[in-house]
């Protein structure tokens, strides 16, 4: 397994993690090859996910390449099963101390959720290699992340909800380490007509072009 800090330069230079919530483990691995044949080069795959570290085992074997990560990961013991089948990071959408110094102790990259200025802080000082800002959208989305990011420079943020195509640039601008994408990219009506593909070619272009920038 590469190192946690190539991982975390991988993620920054991707810039686009979805996340993969789907309602069969089937599903979940299809939207995953849709993704990957759009240019996504990295995963996260929910515990909402039915046998979600089944669908983790099957895409790392499947594309050593991809960054699989687990999300929605609410505790130590769910961590070292997910980490046991090959995810290379681990993501919540709250603070567990507890699961944030596991995966110190493993040194798996770690992406604890937070919303406040008072959340975020304690999730860096517990050891959160980036922090997951869940759910931005609800709090005014890039605004609010530049709000953040004036007091807070120093701490890396994953903005999640409220993530389109259309405001993918604006996190970014924001100072985003990367974007955390749900339904808008990974939903399962796009798997029959080459929705999830075609999404994700546009996000795509959205990191394209705010590197050109």
Partial sequence: MAAKQEILNRIREACLVPVLRASSPEKAVRMARAAA???VIVMEVTMTVPDAVS????????DPQMLIGAGTV???ETAK???AEGAQFVVSPALNLRTVQYCREMDIAVFPGALTPTEIVTAWQAGADVVKVFPAGAMGGAK???SLKAPLPQIEMIPTGGVTVDTAQDFLSAGAFGLGVGADLMDERGLENGGVTTKA???MQVVKSFRER
């Fill in 55 to 62: 669908v983790i085992r099957t895409l790392v074997k499947e």
């Fill in 37 to 39: 044949e759009g240019g």
């Fill in 201 to 203: 070619r546009e996000y």
């Fill in 74 to 76: 609410l505790d130590p």
């Fill in 144 to 146: 609010y992340l530049r």
């Fill in 81 to 83: 099963m997910c980490i």
